[in-house]
């Protein structure tokens, strides 16, 4: 069973007298910064001029700093930029500027495991990554609970590396669900493949197919909507406080059958091989290469494929419907605000 690590188990005190450098102001910048602050820390924010977050910022209570400055007298440098803006700032803002015996610390594995950026041998390298989007990690913080946390060490130069990255867990909320220590390497190759295969490539996928197929045998949209999206927060409620024991406590019978013999004829043989095929191509490298130079060519496939995702009919049916359900309206205001 994996190590976890708790709220007793942290030294705070390692962090006294240390200045932390927050690199991006989005999902979970915003997030760390705002929990590091409330926690005591000495934060700074380091963002581009006249970026978008630059005004989120300053309206709650920052001077922010361009990034080099920043990061030039901090002990602490946490890069939570995006994965693929993370190559130019360690080069132009990070590499020059980083003192001697810094950590680096970063949300997400990506660019040290496949190696994007190599940092200096004396430098610690180390990560706390939130297993929830950064406005939850704020939202959890600020009541009194917190989002699990993973944590690796890729470099231990100082000798210190473990203790300081569990403080900084510590301090955005992340030891009081726990805190499980892994490795570059586990989070990265998971973490694509949960986006992939099943939280947002799988689920969206398999939600508007079965819409489409309700639509095509003539059942109205909007109760094909209702079905196959609006309730699959009620499913996924249910197993995120007690797993498929929960859910299947409170389902009835006849879903529950066709749960357990339908179910397996729609993720069959097939599509696990398919996911196996995935996890190859994240484990190769193979997705990496794809996805930098995507986007080093300006993101053409990405463009269309989003494109054609928004434009997809199942969205206006849904958006209608929505607009007229009131009790949505506050977090739809607040996922806006977080991005």
């Known amino acids: 069973m994996a190590k976890m690590y708790w709220q007793a188990d942290a030294d705070t005190e390692t962090l006294e007298g240390k200045r932390i450098a927050v690199l991006g102001y989005g999902s979970q910048g915003r997030a760390h910064a705002l929990n590091l602050r409330d ?3 000495d934060v700074r924010v380091g963002l581009r001029p006249g970026g978008k977050t630059w005004a989120q910022s300053t309206e709650d209570g920052w001077r922010p700093e ?15 930029v995006p994965d693929m803006a993370q190559p130019q700032i360690y080069q132009e803002a ?8 810094a950590m680096l610390l970063f949300g997400h594995g ?3 495991h496949y190696g994007q950026i190599k940092p200096p041998a004396e430098a610690d390298v180390t990560m706390v990554a939130p297993k929830g989007p950064g ?27 473990f203790a300081r990255t569990l ?19 586990e989070e990265t190759e998971t973490d694509l493949f949960g986006e992939q295969a099943v939280l947002c490539g799988g689920v969206t996928e398999l939600m508007a197919a079965g819409w489409e197929t309700l639509v095509a045998a003539g059942y109205q949209p909007e109760a094909a909507y209702f079905e196959c999206l609006h309730e699959l927060k009620l499913i996924v409620d249910l197993i995120y406080e007690g ?7 409170f389902v009835s019978e006849t879903a529950k059958y066709g749960d357990l013999t339908r179910g397996p004829r729609v993720v069959d043989a097939r599509v696990r091989e398919t996911m196996k095929r995935i996890l190859a191509e ?58």
Request: with cysteine.
């Open 39 to 41: 926690s005591g820390c």
């Open 66 to 80: 361009r990034p080099a400055d920043a990061v030039g007298d901090a002990d602490i440098v946490a890069v939570l």
């Open 94 to 101: 990070i590499a020059p500027k980083l003192r001697k015996g």
């Open 110 to 112: 990506f660019n040290i």
């Open 135 to 161: 406005n939850l990690v704020r939202r959890q913080f600020e009541a009194g609970a917190g989002v699990p946390c993973l944590l690796a060490i890729h470099q231990d130069a100082s000798g210190s590396a």
């Open 167 to 185: 403080a900084y867990a510590h301090a955005i909320g992340g030891t009081r669900p726990g805190v499980i220590e892994t490795t570059f390497k």
């Open 243 to 249: 797993g498929f024991a929960q859910m299947l406590r």
């Open 282 to 339: 994240i484990q190769s490298g193979e997705f990496a290469r794809e996805w930098i130079a995507e986007n080093a060519g300006g993101r053409p496939k990405y463009n269309a494929l989003l494109k054609e995702d928004l434009e997809h009919p199942v969205e206006k049916v849904g958006r209608e419907l929505r607009e007229r359900m009131s009790w949505l309206q506050p977090k739809a205001e607040v996922a806006r605000i977080a991005r």
